[in-house]
């Protein structure tokens, strides 16, 4: 049957164009009104599962079109969505979406762009060019590097390591892109404690092995031993390795010194990675800028654009030094598809995702919406707001912080002053808040381990928080704490 005869059986059978119109309007109507309220809405929904039950059906024999469709889902699915675009957000390191940014992802939408190639959006893939370019500038990073735009810091890692994989392989005498990893040595993988989770997953896709990353800590919160790296690359022997730096650890913005790292990498041969996630970020600001030094030296770098870009999930990007590297462990090829010396650039060819959304129009969109001055000022705005929380807590009696404040991360727990208490009945209190918190949901943030106690960790990234947000969030925990208290022995 014809798509005509289908529009014939009823006004619900098939997409009809008419409904566009009406399908925008209600959709922009009720995303001007949500953004309106949002700095006013909890962090979290009170009760999901109840809005959720009226999506618990099942799938229609007959559709009751667009404009209804999206009725219901806007009458019930806010209420089982979290706000997490809003000021309150402080876990996970989520960044808002700035309004350049939002309506060019709006945009992108519309134009339903493939940005796996020139040929099929030279908007999309052309914009991509550009914004890695413009990121390049804002990082300090070299401008003849080739980048690719991921879905976020894991697949930008995975792309940055793939290419190391393929170098660390060429350096056995393999293409271990086209032939595996089958019959030779394991990979040395060096990092320290704050080696991020995304790295060791990466690090498993590639066929490298999680247990493969050894960890060279000299204390609880996991510092870099600089003297036992440098040992451990010596005793390689000249054999070719992979360093992993982290710019911004999760849970108090700490760093890898990674200029001592490029160069240790340098001097024994190694590959440098730096996992720049948010804390790459900290290039922008005259007072942070010291925490990344010599991260212009490393072999590939990544970053993520939905968190200190402030641009829609999902965005991420990755740099590295060769290009090459990449079009082997990327090599995507059929008759159908544009031949690998096409001069116009590909990029689904060099990352892991041949399905690409046009991510670059937000981030086209936002760099030029607010320039360096502008995301300079997002930075250093945040670096404030960081320091007022670590004052509050200071200042608090019934707070303690664990960790300096270098960037955007404020590590403490909530310790009251009733009576002592020792670490282990610190932990079962503040873990039993952790939970407690994310049930009122008025605030989002969460619990973490940090030198063998539980703590929170509150990330400030999104462009919407100002300081009344971060003192509710000291008054959120406070009322909790009291109420728990004296339940947590």
């Avoid at 000021?87 to 060019?104: E, N, Q």
Wanted: glycine fraction near 10%; include cysteine; hydrophobic fraction near 45%.
């Amino acid at each position: 049957m014809s798509p005509e005869a289908h529009r014939t059986a009823g006004p619900q059978a098939f997409p009809s164009r008419d409904e566009i119109t009406e399908a925008l309007r209600l959709v922009a109507a009720e995303a001007e009104a949500y953004l309106d309220r949002l700095d006013r809405l909890p962090a979290l929904p009170s009760r999901p599962e109840e809005s959720l039950l009226a999506f618990d059906e099942p799938l229609p024999e007959e559709g009751e079109g667009a404009a209804a469709a999206l009725r219901r889902l806007i009458d019930h699915g806010l209420g089982a969505a979290g706000n997490t675009a809003g000021p309150r957000c402080f876990h996970f390191v989520i960044g808002g979406s700035t309004p350049a940014a939002l309506g060019a992802d709006l945009l992108a939408s519309t134009l339903d762009q493939i940005a796996y190639t020139w040929i099929t959006s030279p908007l999309g893939v052309g914009l991509e060019q550009i914004s890695l370019s413009w990121l390049k500038d804002l990082f300090g990073l070299p401008a003849a590097w080739p980048g690719v735009l991921t879905t976020g810091a894991t697949m930008a890692n995975f792309v940055c390591l793939a290419a190391a994989r393929q170098w660390w392989g060429e350096r056995q005498g393999a293409d271990v892109s086209e032939q595996g990893l089958s019959g030779l040595p394991a990979v040395p993988v060096f990092a320290s404690g704050h080696l991020h989770a995304s790295d060791v997953k990466c690090l498993s896709l590639l066929g490298i092995g999680r247990q493969n990353a050894r960890i060279l800590a000299r204390d609880a919160v996991g510092r870099l031993d600089l003297q036992r790296l440098e040992s451990a690359l010596r005793d390689l022997d000249g054999k070719p390795s992979i360093l992993i730096a982290i710019a911004g650890e999760v849970n108090a913005g700490e760093f890898d010194p990674i200029d001592a790292m490029a160069d240790l990498a340098g001097r024994y041969g190694a590959w440098l990675h730096v996992d720049g996630a948010f804390g790459l970020f900290a290039a922008l600001s005259d007072r942070t800028k010291a925490l990344v030094h010599g991260v212009e030296r490393a072999d590939s770098v990544t970053a993520d654009g939905h968190k200190w870009l402030n641009v829609p999930y999902d965005c991420g990007f990755a740099f590295v030094r060769d290009l090459g590297l990449l079009g082997k462990a990327f090599a995507y090829t059929a008759a159908y598809l544009p031949r690998p010396d096409d001069p116009r650039p590909t990029p689904g060819a060099i990352g892991p995702e041949s399905s690409r959304r046009a991510r670059s129009l937000a981030i086209w969109a936002t760099l030029r919406a607010y320039g360096r001055a502008g995301y300079r000022a997002l930075v250093e705005r945040h670096l404030d707001l960081a320091q007022h929380l670590a004052r509050r807590v200071d200042e608090a009696p019934d707070f303690e912080r664990l960790a300096e404040v270098p960037l955007n991360i404020v590590c403490f727990r909530y310790r009251p002053t009733d009576r002592d208490r020792d670490d282990a009945a610190l932990d079962r209190l503040n873990a039993r808040l952790g939970e407690e918190v994310l049930r009122d949901g008025r605030v989002l943030v969460g619990t973490t381990r940090y030198a063998g106690r539980t703590a929170f960790r509150p990330a400030i990234v999104n462009w919407r928080s100002r300081p009344k947000d971060l003192d509710t969030l000291i008054a959120v925990l406070r009322e909790l704490g009291q109420r728990l208290a004296g339940e947590v022995a």
